[in-house]
């Protein structure tokens, strides 16, 4: 038995909003934590049935949607690397309006199963979207209230932390994910949210120049003391 197999399973509960989040956002860090043997569990609070993209040619409705994003979404999960997918079944655009004591309980009982060493989800102001701001709201009451060890970050968009400052964070606050290996895993991802991708022309390009257009990196917010204690470029 080598050193690797001695070592305990490193978790990481991933909670979200909608089918694409965690490969659009953070798919190469996913990849790349599933590549090195991290158990993996995402939760999609809803199914994206209103998304506005239909295919393309439009091809869904509200009615076919769901089922189509949720296939999708298996698709992508498997390009990633993700074991585990959970629905909260909520409807799409509605996650502000559920009760957040209910949401933040269900987000609890998750915390106690999967016993993760790191929680990723949105910063309750800055998710730029009312369904991921409310998912990343539940989910940090969620880690607080049970008290659990897990590291807390939240995911932020494209390379916009090099530069912390101009939100009001320092370097400090932030970690940099370097996922350079892990772009066809997340290229492959994109492309397995097909009807979301398909009207995105770059998606489709050979794979060496769609992937030049993903950054080297992806870049997390420090959520709590935890995360504060861990390296700048290591989420673990
Ligand atoms: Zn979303």
């Not at 994206?48 to 189509?68: H, I, K, S, V």
């Not at 994910?177 to 398909?198: G, I, P, S, Y």
């Given at each position: ?46 199914r ?39 629905f909260l079944n909520i ?146």
């Amino acid at each position: 038995m080598n050193k690797f197999d001695q070592a305990p399973v490193r978790k990481l509960l991933a909670v979200f909003a909608h089918p694409d989040d965690e490969s659009f956002i953070c798919g190469g860090t996913l990849a790349k934590y599933a590549s090195e043997g991290v158990d993996i569990t995402l939760v999609s609070a809803t199914r994206g049935e209103m998304g506005r993209r239909m295919g393309n040619p439009p091809y869904l409705n509200r009615e076919t949607m769901a089922a189509a994003r949720e296939m999708e979404l298996r698709q992508a999960c498997a390009s990633l690397g993700i074991r585990h997918l959970i629905f909260l079944n909520i409807r799409d655009k509605t996650v502000e309006f559920t009760d957040a004591d209910r949401l933040t309980a269900r987000i609890e009982d998750l915390i106690h199963q999967v016993d993760p060493d790191v929680v990723l989800t949105f910063h309750e102001t800055l998710g730029g979207h009312p369904d991921h701001c409310a998912i990343g709201k539940a989910t940090t009451a969620a880690l607080r209230g049970t008290g659990h060890r897990g590291a807390l970050y939240f995911i932020t968009f494209g390379d916009a932390m090099e530069r912390p400052e101009r939100f009001g964070f320092t370097r400090g606050d932030i970690t940099k994910v370097d996922v350079h290996a892990h772009l066809e895993a997340k290229l492959a991802a994109f492309r397995a949210h097909r009807c979301q991708t398909e009207i995105d022309e770059w998606v489709w390009l050979p794979d060496q120049e769609a992937m030049t257009r993903f950054g080297r990196h992806e870049y997390f917010m420090k959520g709590n003391r935890e995360a504060a204690a861990r390296l700048r470029h290591d989420l673990f």
